[in-house]
């Protein structure tokens, strides 16, 4: 079964409305979750980590007040694109990394298509 | 230079044949390396680790070459269940962010 879950799976909403997706770590406390955008037949991407209780370090070209990432748990950590676009659009997907097995579980992903 | 590539393909092979792929890195750092296989519109899913020595998962076999910076997957006796997008994926030495290949495709047809 899913070690981490991630919803919403699939949204459409017009330009300009912002649009939540959370990842939660089912089985195991995740210190550190991951945040990856994916264009179509192109590599995951690396957008942010995210750090329970700190921060989120954002990789370089992500805009940190469009992808507002909040970390508040051991087992939740959210990504929410602000006044979404339709080149906002695209396939999130969501990580957790567990440090006793030296891996990242992914979450099933969220299709965002922005009309 | 990207950090990681891969030889997008597609493999177009018959059941029951082998099929092998490289995949290479730039940082020279790197110390783990893995295999996921991705499904359309799915998320990737971890197939193998690396290690150092090659090892083997059944029907699949990866090796590690350190010094040439790569690695490979080789897929033997495939399954039309194969079909899929493999991603070649490294990790630092500092830290556990994944760099991601773009994907090499491989279609097992009947």
């Known amino acids: 079964g899913a070690v981490v879950s991630q919803h919403p799976s699939w949204v459409i909403c017009k330009s300009g409305t912002s649009v939540k997706i959370e990842c939660r770590s089912l089985d195991f406390q995740a210190t550190t979750m991951f945040w990856y955008r994916q264009f179509p037949k192109q590599s995951l991407m690396l957008m942010a980590t995210?750090?329970?209780?700190?921060?989120?370090?954002?990789e370089q070209g992500v805009e940190k007040d469009k992808f507002l990432i909040n970390h508040a748990s051991l087992t939740l950590s959210t990504l929410t694109v602000t006044s979404a676009h339709p080149e906002d659009s695209s396939f999130y997907i969501c990580?957790?990394?567990?440090?006793?097995?030296?891996?990242?579980?992914f979450g099933a992903g969220t299709r965002l298509s922005v009309l | 230079r990207k950090e990681v590539e891969q030889d997008p393909g597609p493999f177009n092979v018959p059941e029951g044949a082998t099929v092998a792929f490289n995949c290479t890195y730039s940082n020279s750092a790197s110390q783990s390396f893995f295999w996921y296989r991705q499904d359309c519109r799915k998320e990737p899913k971890l197939l193998m680790s690396?290690?150092?020595s090659g090892n083997e998962d059944g029907r699949f076999t990866a090796q590690l070459n350190r010094a040439s910076q790569y690695i490979s997957l080789l897929i033997r006796d495939s399954k039309l269940s194969d079909s899929a997008t493999y991603l070649c994926?490294?990790?630092?030495?500092?830290?556990?962010?994944?760099?991601f290949g773009a994907g090499t495709t491989v279609t097992v047809r009947a």
């Open positions: 994926v490294v990790i630092g030495s500092n830290d556990y962010k994944l760099s």
């Open positions: 990580s957790a990394y567990l440090l006793a097995k030296n891996i990242q579980y």
């Open positions: 690396v290690y150092s």
């Open positions: 995210s750090n329970e209780g700190s921060k989120a370090t954002y």
